[in-house]
């Protein structure tokens, strides 16, 4: 199946730094959606983005398909953005099975 | 809103006590499907469905049920819980574009 690694696997940030969250997968893929985990559990939607380029106030994420990559970054990073981010991929027409990165886990300190 | 609701969120349940974890989504998708997460297991498909009265087993069905009577529900069915079974659980509903939405989450523990 199709093998997704997320990277890096844990980053410290100080509040109001910058980030760049990587997902790389093994195929081609037709669906890509990023998730953020809070620290109470919840998956929360960022981004569907299967390819281009998208923002959402201080987030913003880009996949390049050809290239089997897809970037999160995080601006001005605040204390809850802490958690875990997750991406997942799909491929194939009809494909309803998305396989997950194992995520990067965010901490932001004050 | 849009929204996957879960119930319960949290419970404390005993070994072979049967319990059912509810999910309704009011979005209209036709296809929903639970998952469970382990901490260094990640994000595993229990069963998923493709619309009412279609569903299929995911990557770890063993010891659950489901059924899809109706579009807007899928809830999913410890017949006789065991300790193995303590997880989050997520219910969750795509749309047809291929966007997957979570519930909340469901913490069970079985004792």
């Known amino acids: 199946g199709i093998q997704v690694e997320q990277s890096p696997p844990d980053l410290i940030l100080q509040e109001g730094a910058n980030s760049t969250l990587r997902c790389n997968f093994s195929?081609?893929?037709?669906?890509l959606q990023w998730f953020h985990q809070n620290p109470w559990g919840q998956l929360i939607n960022l981004f569907y983005?299967?390819?281009g380029t998208k923002q959402n106030g201080r987030l913003s994420a880009t996949t390049v398909a050809t290239e089997r990559y897809s970037l999160l970054y995080i601006s001005s990073s605040q204390t809850t953005d802490s958690g875990v981010y997750f991406c997942a991929v799909a491929r194939g027409a009809g494909s309803y099975q998305l396989t997950f990165g194992k995520g990067t886990k965010l901490s932001v300190i004050p | 809103e849009a929204q996957v609701t879960q119930n319960p969120r949290y419970l404390i349940t005993v070994t072979g006590k049967k319990l059912t974890v509810t999910c309704s989504q009011n979005?209209?998708?036709?296809?929903m499907s639970w998952y469970r997460q382990d901490p260094g297991l990640g994000l595993r498909q229990i069963y998923y469905?493709?619309?009412?009265?279609?569903?299929d087993k995911g990557d770890v069905p063993e010891g659950y049920k489901v059924s899809r009577k109706e579009k807007r529900n899928f809830p999913l069915i410890l017949e006789s819980p065991s300790p193995n079974q303590t997880s989050l659980y997520f219910c969750?509903?795509?749309?047809?574009?291929?966007?997957?939405?979570f519930g909340e989450g469901s913490r069970l523990t079985v004792l």
């Open positions: 195929d081609s893929v037709n669906n």
């Open positions: 983005i299967p390819s």
């Open positions: 469905s493709m619309n009412v009265e279609v569903t």
């Open positions: 979005m209209n998708h036709e296809y």
């Open positions: 969750a509903s795509r749309s047809p574009s291929g966007e997957l939405f």
